[in-house]
């Protein structure tokens, strides 16, 4: 079983910064695959960002490359640094985690980010 707990959401104003992170437990996010979603209200989840066991990131096409993500095995954590906010990116942050083979199963609470404009 994996645990997620996020946390750095908040109020931004438009063009600021967050940072996310995400403290798994349970597992060693280095043999996980690691992704943040999002979901704005009246909107389905969306996928935002992943990271692999080997490094490897993929971003949504609409994030323009504002945002970024990262690990830190030492503190399995992941992190998801968010720059030049737009009030589009107002949704609640979800990580999730996944094994080799699968979907993404495991999920954490989530947390707000509100950007104004």
């Known amino acids: 079983q994996v645990y997620l707990v996020e946390s750095g959401g908040g109020l931004v104003q438009a063009g600021g910064s967050l940072r996310l992170s995400c403290a798994a437990s349970?597992?060693?996010?280095?043999?996980?695959?690691m992704g943040w979603f999002r979901q704005a209200p009246g909107k389905e989840r969306a996928f935002v960002a992943s990271?692999?066991?080997?490094?490897?990131?993929d971003y949504s096409d609409s994030l323009e490359g504002r945002f970024t993500i990262s690990g830190d095995n030492a503190k399995n954590t992941v992190y998801l640094q968010m720059n030049s906010l737009k009030s589009e990116d107002t949704a609640v942050y979800y990580c999730?985690?996944?094994?080799?083979?699968?979907?993404?199963?495991?999920w954490g609470q989530g947390t707000q980010v509100t950007v104004s404009s």
């Open positions: 999730a985690a996944r094994d080799v083979v699968g979907p993404f199963r495991y």
């Open positions: 349970g597992r060693a996010i280095s043999s996980l695959a």
């Open positions: 990271i692999n066991w080997d490094s490897y990131t």
